[in-house]
Structures are given as C-alpha cells and as structure tokens.
C-alpha cells in the first residue's frame, strides 16, 4: 500500500471560514502575530492571548470540515495516509482523517507553563487567570514563534518514507515546517495544491492551481490512475 503525506497549511482550512493570517482581511490585519503568536508575547500580556485563542475555538465551534478534508480521510480506503499540519484546527480529524500530526500544537487543547500536563478541553473558553494543576497558568498548547517545533523530527522521519506527497494550502515560507520537503525520497511524487503560485525548490512537481476541495478533487481521479 502507498504510503501518501499531506503537508497542510492555512488554505486547506480557509474554505471552511477558518480566518487565517495572510490572506487580505486576515488576522495580521487585526493583530499583530507577534503579540498573540509568540512566546514574547505570552510573557507581555498573557490575558490578549487568552482572549485570542478563546476567539478561535469559538470560531471554530461553528465551523465543519470541507470537502477537501473529507477526500483526504477517505483516501485511507485504498492508501496509508499520514497528515502533517501546521494548522491548529481539528478538521481533518473531524472529518475522519486517523493520523494527524499538528506541527504548530493543537487549539482545542491547554497546557500548563511547562507543557507537562496536557488538557483537552474542546472549544470552551478559558478563563482568565485560570491554574494547572501544578498551580502555573493555564495557556493555549500551541507552538509559538520563539519555541521549539518538537514534532519536527518524527515529521521529517514521515516525509522521507513517503511515496507520495502532496502539500495543500501552505506558501511553503513559514520555517522549520517548509523546510520539510526537503526530506522527500527522490522518487517520491510530489503534488502541490494552492490556486495561488508557490515556490517550492522542485522542478518535477505536479502543480494544480486550485483551492483545497476542487484540487482534491482532481488530486483524487490522478491517484487513481498512478501504476
């Protein structure tokens, strides 16, 4: 059995109202990253990120996976499939996708201070001020610039068995992530989905210029045709 990795970013979860932080409208314009996604940050108004994260579950409370999602869970019928994410969203799991890894963390869970305890609390909203266990503050578990990436190694380990790969909906610019393609078997095909254009340092790779569930779509019907 293939085994397929997607690498998927922003724009896999963009056409189910998730707003992200590059796109015109997007929450750069409303915030400033590195006030609300950054360990800086944190240390100098841990209340604003509460707030921030507590705005995200909310809106993700009200949101359902695409069918870019969908088609994905539903090539582990004939493929092992394996999805490497940047997003902190729980869409591909809620649309049935069995192995996810969530590179920058994972909204709808919190941590203490040193990320010993891990809590899942779905899309509820935390309270200011709210304690661990170990009576440090409750924060997102969400992997913030200025912090260590520690999925990264067992990605970068997935990615070079992979026979195929396709990345959806990332720009490919946000490091260490980006830097996974490299990791790739010479021989593995390589996919890329996003209807804007994007420059990845291969030329042998199989372009289609559309959003998540059209190019799925199509990504589906060319999977199906491979020897």
Request: proline share 4%.
């Amino acid at each position: 059995m293939k085994h397929i990795v997607f690498l998927t970013g922003a724009g896999m979860s963009a056409e189910s109202g998730i707003s992200t932080f590059r796109d015109s409208g997007g929450l750069w314009e409303k915030y400033d990253v590195m006030e609300v996604a950054s360990i800086e940050g944190w240390r100098k108004n841990p209340d604003l990120m509460i707030k921030f994260y507590n705005e995200r579950r909310a809106q993700l409370d009200k949101v359902a996976p695409n069918d870019g999602h969908k088609l994905i869970a539903q090539l582990e019928n004939g493929f092992k499939v394996t999805v490497i994410t940047q997003n902190v969203d729980n869409l591909h799991e809620r649309a049935g996708s069995s192995s996810v890894i969530h590179l920058h963390g994972e909204l709808t869970k919190v941590c203490n201070e040193s990320k010993s305890e891990i809590y899942d609390i779905g899309t509820r909203a935390v309270e200011i001020g709210e304690k661990a266990s170990d009576g440090s503050r409750i924060r997102p578990f969400i992997v913030w610039f200025g912090e260590a990436v520690p999925l990264m190694e067992k990605a970068a380990n997935i990615v070079s068995n992979a026979d195929i790969i396709v990345i959806i909906g990332t720009s490919m610019q946000v490091y260490p992530a980006a830097g996974l393609i490299h990791y790739a078997k010479r021989d593995a095909k390589i996919f890329l989905i996003d209807p804007s254009d994007v420059s990845i340092p291969f030329t042998s790779v199989n372009v289609i210029k559309q959003k998540a569930s059209d190019g799925m779509r199509i990504l589906t019907e060319k999977l199906i045709q491979l020897p």
